[in-house]
């Protein structure tokens, strides 16, 4: 069993909400010295532990003590009670670039910067030209960062912080930043970070890069942790909490079939006349496995609301990959369906007889459309399912492959190498 | 232990987060962070400067322009003749500023820092640290200035006052700091703190005998009352009469005093007390003693009040 890195021991911690503050003497005077408060319970009473080399996220909703307990981890915030004992250097990444100074070039912020999060100058002297490079500022290292683009600022900050060289690194929804290439870079440096076996605590709203990246999350809810579990249990029950408490959530087609919620306009809607309600999908044990196996047969459902009755409707389905990246994408048009949709709600199913995928998580986006392009509805993420192949093969799709043994004849090597068949003829 | 036993695993060290943190723990977090400490000196001085033509002219031209005030308010439309008068107020502004700037700008740092207090982890001592740091590079600066002065009015410091000196710059440094550590914390919860503190800072300013002699003011009239203790209740007052007695170095000079008449007549101008060494050394531990005891009160209260900053902020 690997050592601690972080233990959480019972810790609670209050916040009073004062109705009215009172920061002036005269008014503390006034009111005899205290201002009306009322107890909040940020935490109560978490206890956890991670171990060196894990990477644990946190879910939760806003409001439910992620940030407040990350703070305490990280030493910005003191307990009320209970302690948090860290073992190895911590770097938190709770703000980027929280601690640069305005005025400051960029190079001594780095600096600053540095010191701030706990290094010292022979160390900052040997990450420099790191820091620079990842954050691909170098023409402007030299200019005062209150010149900087909000996404050079994050930039900067973001590459400061994980060259500390932390053993554990705490990261609070910063991962959100900057443009879509500047995050892959910092999801794949999180990844690298994983490799050399550090810990890794993350906050995140986001339920795949959970299942992405960690081995373990834990679902906090008021303050509580309620959940800690394989991430992707800890996913469905955190979107299971979010149901509970009325949150919007991809609802499965048989439990709620026609009591959706519908948010739309009733009345005719000339722009929108066919308005997604909910996107789910199903497959055969979808009650009691929280994933689908290779081959499994896959429903994708789209309730829609039609606000007039209209032919010239379309639907789409796009599966992603946990990147984001489209794999597939497809349409009623393309697969030759029609659909003369009446006034009302309805449900249209794409069905997948045959689910090539193998391990991984993958998200489905949903939309509709006229024929002519025009877009009326889009549901991104529409949801996201897991799959487990039992089999032994790697990769992410299984296609039906067979080997045989072929015996070296003129015919099929002209064929599939006609650059080998001189080398034969050399030979011979 | 759990240090020890920490290191033998791999070199790790362990950092508790708890509500209380100990006096010792603290002092050993202030240490470790001793260079992070230097960034925020210099980051100060670099920013309060940076696109000013003068840069750091200014730290010279400020006090020197105090001075020229003084300096024509006394002895040009009072009419002291007080020999070199102008080295006289110098030496007691030196340190007075050096402690003034540090309390002054120390109390409001935590509040001006709330940015980085609610994000980052580190000693926040340090920043209330740092503004006491900032004016001892002022308090550099200003002594090179004093220093031409010295050369021009050819007024020779006593030099075997100068460790005693040493002694009283540390004890202002250690009192400044103890006090803006306090301060600091208090002013997060009572913003009135830094506004107190401004009026506080100038009535403590006329309380000590900087730009009036200390002998003939206030020795030579507490002393037959056996009431000069209430004076010294001021603990700035050995620092400044130390500084005083090094650099001035006049005990007591002779010049010219104004008459009635409009006339001048010579006269011996009773300007410091006329103690030994070892008196002014004696002091200047009494009051050493206690910025230490202030320091280690205010390290315990800051950490009693920590625990809300981020909140409060």
């Not at chain 1, 081959?295 to 990959?321: K, P």
């Not at chain 2, 308090?139 to 004093?146: A, E, H, L």
């Not at chain 2, 603990?235 to 005990?251: D, N, S």
């Amino acid at each position: 069993m690997p050592d601690i890195a972080v233990e959480v021991k019972d810790v609670s911690k209050r916040f009073r909400l004062a109705h009215g503050r009172y920061n002036s003497i005269k008014e503390r005077v006034i009111h005899g010295g205290r201002a009306p408060t009322e107890d909040f319970w940020a935490l109560k009473d978490v206890a956890l532990q991670v171990h060196e080399g894990e990477t644990v996220g946190i879910l939760g909703r806003n409001g439910s003590g992620k940030s407040t307990l990350l703070k305490c981890i990280c030493g910005v915030l003191q307990p009320t009670s209970g302690e948090v004992v860290v073992r190895g250097k911590l770097a938190g990444l709770l703000e980027l670039g929280a601690g640069f100074q305005q005025d400051l070039t960029g190079r001594e912020n780095i600096y600053l910067n540095g010191s701030l999060l706990g290094m010292s100058k022979k160390e900052v002297d040997r990450v420099f030209d790191a820091i620079v490079d990842f954050s691909e500022l170098e023409a402007f290292i030299d200019g005062a960062v209150k010149f900087y683009s909000s996404g050079m600022y994050v930039r900067l900050g973001f590459a400061v912080a994980v060259n500390v060289d932390p053993d554990i690194l705490v990261i609070d929804e910063v991962l959100a930043v900057g443009d879509e290439r500047f995050q892959r870079k910092c999801i794949d440096r999180v990844k690298a970070f994983q490799k050399e076996g550090r810990t890794i605590l993350l906050v995140t709203h986001s339920p795949d890069q959970v299942r992405a990246i960690c081995d373990r999350a834990i679902v906090l809810s008021h303050g509580n942790v309620v959940s800690e579990a394989l991430p992707g249990e800890a996913v469905r029950i955190f979107r299971e909490g979010l149901l509970e408490e009325g949150g919007a959530l991809v609802v499965p087609p048989e439990e709620q079939p026609e009591a959706q919620p519908i948010s739309v306009m009733l009345g005719p809607d000339v722009e929108h006349p066919v308005r997604i309600t909910y996107a789910a999908h199903t497959y055969p044990r979808f009650g009691e496995v929280a994933y689908l196996s290779t081959g499994d047969s896959m429903t994708i459902g789209v309730g829609y609301h039609a606000s007039i009755a209209t032919d010239d409707v379309v639907f789409s389905l796009e599966l992603r990959d946990i990147d984001g990246n489209c794999f597939m994408r497809t349409d009623t048009d393309i697969l030759g369906e029609r659909f003369d949709l009446p006034v009302g709600p309805g449900l249209v199913n794409f069905i997948i007889d045959d689910i090539p995928l193998m391990d991984g998580t993958f998200s489905y986006s949903v939309g509709i459309l006229s024929k002519g392009g025009v877009l009326f509805d889009w549901k991104e993420p529409g949801g996201a399912f897991d799959v487990m192949s039992p089999g032994k093969a790697t990769g992410f799709i299984t296609l039906p492959v067979r080997a045989v043994l072929a015996p070296p004849e003129r015919d099929s090597i002209a064929l599939m190498a006609p650059e080998e068949l001189a080398h034969l003829e050399a030979q011979a | 232990m759990a240090d020890a036993s920490a290191m033998a695993r791999g070199h790790k060290v362990t950092r508790v987060v708890s509500p209380t943190i100990s006096v010792s723990q603290r002092m050993r977090d202030i240490w470790l962070s001793r260079e992070l400490l230097i960034y925020l000196v210099r980051t100060e001085i670099k920013v309060k400067y940076k696109n000013s033509v003068l840069g750091l002219v200014w730290s010279m031209i400020a006090p020197a322009m105090t001075l020229a005030i003084y300096f024509i308010v006394f002895q040009v439309v009072l009419g002291n003749r007080q020999p070199n008068f102008v080295i006289f107020l110098f030496a007691g502004l030196l340190i007075w500023n050096l402690f003034q700037l540090g309390v002054q700008t120390g109390t409001g740092v935590i509040v001006n820092n709330a940015g980085i207090v609610k994000k980052v982890s580190f000693p926040r001592e340090i920043l209330a640290l740092a503004a006491v740091g900032s004016a001892c590079v002022f308090f550099f600066f200003q002594t090179c200035v004093m220093v031409i002065f010295l050369v021009v009015l050819h007024n020779s410091p006593d030099w075997t006052y100068l460790p005693v000196l040493v002694l009283a710059l540390l004890t202002a440094v250690a009192l400044a700091g103890g006090l803006a550590v306090l301060l600091s914390a208090v002013n997060v919860y009572l913003r009135d703190t830094q506004h107190l503190i401004e009026v506080i800072l100038t009535a403590w300013f006329w309380a000590c005998p900087i730009v009036y002699a200390f002998q003939s003011n206030i020795g030579k009239r507490l002393s037959p009352s056996h009431l000069l203790w209430v004076y010294f209740l001021n603990p700035v007052t050995p620092l400044v009469l130390t500084f005083q007695r090094c650099i001035y170095a006049h005990v007591s000079p002779v010049g010219q005093v104004k008459q009635p008449d409009g006339k001048y007549l010579t006269a011996k101008y009773f300007v410091l007390p006329n103690w030994g060494h070892l008196r002014y050394v004696e002091l200047d531990l009494g009051v050493l003693a206690i910025a230490i005891a202030l320091f280690l009160v205010a390290l315990a209260v800051f950490g009693r009040l920590e625990g809300n900053f981020a909140e409060e902020l």
